[in-house]
């Protein structure tokens, strides 16, 4: 049995990160050629003093998230528990509660998304949760000016109006009116890892009666004191492909890109009312599909090129061309899928695929998170799409076509 340590710290790697756009729990996605999860950890067994490590994992990862715990805690797996998450982030926190040793007296509970955070932010936490026996959350100045919006007047008068009208759902900040200006010089951006005297963390868990957005919302609910210690810039929370592609930069900012490349893909297809429209590997119900030999996927098609071309691969033509009848009807998914296989086979890493559709229609904007987290599921990278048209010119501003440019960038393994 380890040294009964004073400290526990939840590692709360449970969510699904759909916005993250990938195939596997958020955590369990890949940063640099490791799980986000083991860049997390790596920085708090980097920590000062022994603690227990309690990683809250997904029911489906649980054997994963043991075994890559353990791996990484190397000597100290003694101090490793891994238990599934439940259905929100309150219960999965919750559920690391649960599996807290009798020694333990402070928890800190951090987001395995904030997977760069230094170990030094979770001593200086662990320092001052002991000093001040109350709840502590990392904090940064919000830098941005920062409004308060809501609807209009005639559309609350409207609302109030109508049969059945109930209280306002979200704001849609597209069209929002402006109500003031809020004094950013009181306001902060909290981080993780947020730390608590036990028993007063436990007893807070037991009388929440409903969900928070973090620990120190629910701790403060209860009647705790909560106090702010300096954050870390590098604690950002890895939520978007954005936040990703920022994160490998952060870990290799010095790094010199070896063997990295650029493609160009380039797709053209006609309209076809007689068939089916898809796009970006999705149907779109109601709309004229495209003339071809497969299904037309012009923006799947523009990947495919880009990607060939990068790693220096041919095209998709000769790779999948027209005379071969595996391919007649063929979704584009089946043409990514080969492509990303191609390279991977050759030596090729993906980093990320930028798309810019040229067309009257479909519109893309309403389902543009849909298309990039599919696209970027089967490339596995981040896949970021744009849309635009050509100002009633040529054929896709008469309306008779799609066009789709696409780029790519790919690293060759050294």
């Not at 940063?31 to 980097?46: C, E, S």
């Not at 919750?94 to 997977?115: C, E, I, K, N, Q």
């Given at each position: 049995?380890?040294?009964?340590?004073?400290?526990?710290?939840?590692?709360?790697?449970?969510?699904?990160?759909?916005?993250?756009?990938?195939?596997?729990?958020?955590?369990?996605?890949?940063?640099?050629?490791?799980?986000?999860?083991?860049?997390?950890?790596?920085?708090?067994?980097?920590?000062?003093?022994?603690?227990?490590?309690?990683?809250?994992?997904?029911?489906?990862?649980?054997?994963?998230?043991?075994?890559?715990?353990?791996?990484?805690?190397?000597?100290?797996?003694?101090?490793?528990?891994?238990?599934?998450?439940?259905?929100?982030?309150?219960?999965?926190?919750?559920?690391?509660?649960?599996?807290?040793?009798?020694?333990?007296?402070?928890?800190?509970?951090?987001?395995?998304?904030?997977?760069?955070?230094?170990?030094?932010?979770?001593?200086?936490?662990?320092?001052?949760?002991?000093?001040?026996?109350?709840?502590?959350?990392?904090?940064?100045?919000?830098?941005?000016?920062?409004?308060?919006?809501?609807?209009?007047?005639?559309?609350?008068?409207?609302?109030?109006?109508?049969?059945?009208?109930?209280?306002?759902?979200?704001?849609?900040?597209?069209?929002?009116?402006?109500?003031?200006?809020?004094?950013?010089?009181?306001?902060?951006?909290?981080?993780?890892?947020?730390?608590?005297?036990?028993?007063?963390?436990?007893?807070?868990?037991?009388?929440?009666a409903e969900e928070y957005t973090d620990d120190a919302a629910l701790f403060a609910a209860a009647g705790g004191p909560v106090r702010t210690v300096a954050g870390a810039a590098d604690a950002f929370k890895i939520t978007t492909p954005w936040d990703l592609r920022r994160a490998e930069q952060e870990l290799a900012p010095d790094a010199a890109p070896h063997g990295v490349r650029t493609g160009l893909g380039i797709d053209v297809h006609a309209f076809d009312a007689a068939t089916p429209l898809w796009l970006g590997g999705v149907h779109w119900p109601g709309e004229p599909g495209l003339a071809g030999h497969s299904d037309g996927d012009a923006l799947s098609h523009a990947i495919c090129d880009a990607l060939l071309g990068a790693a220096g691969l041919g095209d998709i033509g000769s790779r999948f061309g027209t005379a071969d009848p595996q391919f007649e009807n063929a979704r584009g998914d089946v043409f990514l899928t080969a492509t990303v296989a191609l390279l991977r086979d050759a030596g090729f890493s993906i980093g990320n695929v930028a798309v810019q559709v040229i067309a009257n229609h479909p519109k893309l904007g309403p389902r543009r998170h849909e298309v990039e987290a599919h696209l970027s599921a089967i490339v596995g990278a981040p896949v970021s799409v744009a849309a635009t048209t050509s100002d009633h010119l040529g054929f896709t501003g008469r309306g008779e076509g799609i066009a789709a440019i696409a780029t790519a960038l790919v690293q060759q393994a050294t």
């Open positions: 049995m380890p040294v009964q340590p004073t400290v526990a710290v939840i590692v709360v790697a449970a969510g699904s990160g759909t916005r993250l756009g990938r195939p596997e729990p958020k955590a369990f996605a890949p940063l640099a050629g490791r799980p986000i999860l083991a860049h997390a950890l790596d920085r708090v067994f980097g920590m000062s003093e022994p603690a227990q490590v309690i990683v809250v994992a997904p029911a489906s990862h649980h054997a994963v998230g043991a075994e890559l715990a353990t791996s990484i805690a190397g000597a100290a797996a003694e101090y490793v528990t891994v238990v599934n998450g439940g259905a929100s982030r309150q219960a999965s926190v919750a559920a690391g509660l649960a599996a807290l040793w009798p020694s333990v007296d402070t928890v800190l509970v951090h987001d395995a998304a904030r997977a760069l955070t230094p170990s030094e932010q979770f001593d200086l936490v662990v320092r001052r949760v002991t000093e001040s026996r109350g709840g502590v959350t990392p904090a940064l100045p919000v830098t941005d000016t920062i409004k308060r919006v809501g609807p209009d007047v005639a559309d609350v008068a409207d609302a109030a109006g109508s049969v059945g009208a109930g209280a306002a759902g979200a704001v849609d900040v597209t069209d929002a009116a402006v109500r003031g200006t809020v004094d950013r010089s009181e306001l902060v951006a909290v981080q993780t890892p947020q730390g608590f005297p036990r028993a007063a963390l436990l007893d807070a868990y037991a009388t929440a």
